[in-house]
């Protein structure tokens, strides 16, 4: 039995990205408010969950990145009825490219300490972003070579 696509859960990806004590998160406006979020977004046909995390970022924040470590797996039933399996990567920034527009729908990108985002919990996209944020600070890291991934 085959299910409408609109019925499968949608594969996205998302960075964890810390330096200096401050997380990396991008401001985006998203049904109809402005909220904050990791760099994210989805996995593209063909695409491995590295590449589209390191597409993601630059098309977000102007930044190049480095993933290092899974930070896990989360699924999302999000209010708008489509459910999210999200697979959270850690990664170190190598380079920054200032004259970078960033995606449509993004403000800005910006450097917020774990203070600074508790006092935004109530505009993050979704209870993910401060959970995968909590269980990076707790030491919480997979390898990268758990994903397996076939062309």
């Known amino acids: ?53 390191i597409r993601e970022a630059r098309e977000e924040t102007a930044w190049d990145i480095k993933p290092t470590a899974i930070g896990g797996l989360s699924v999302y039933h999000a209010p708008n009825g489509i459910s999210y399996l999200r697979t959270t990567l850690i990664a170190e920034t190598t380079h920054f490219h200032p004259e970078q527009p960033l995606d449509d729908g993004i403000k800005e990108a910006v450097w ?24 990076y600070r707790a030491g919480i890291r997979y390898p990268l070579a758990l994903i397996y991934e076939h062309r």
């Open 112 to 135: 917020l300490t774990y203070e600074d985002i508790l006092d935004k919990k109530d505009s993050l996209r979704s209870p993910i972003v401060l959970k995968v944020i909590e269980d």
């Open 1 to 53: 039995m085959s299910l409408p696509r609109e019925n499968l859960p949608h594969a996205t990806v998302a960075i964890v990205i810390e330096q200096d004590n401050r997380f990396l998160l991008v401001h985006e406006f998203c049904d109809g408010r402005w909220v904050y979020n990791q760099p994210a977004g989805h996995i593209e046909s063909g695409e491995s969950v590295t590449e589209a995390a």
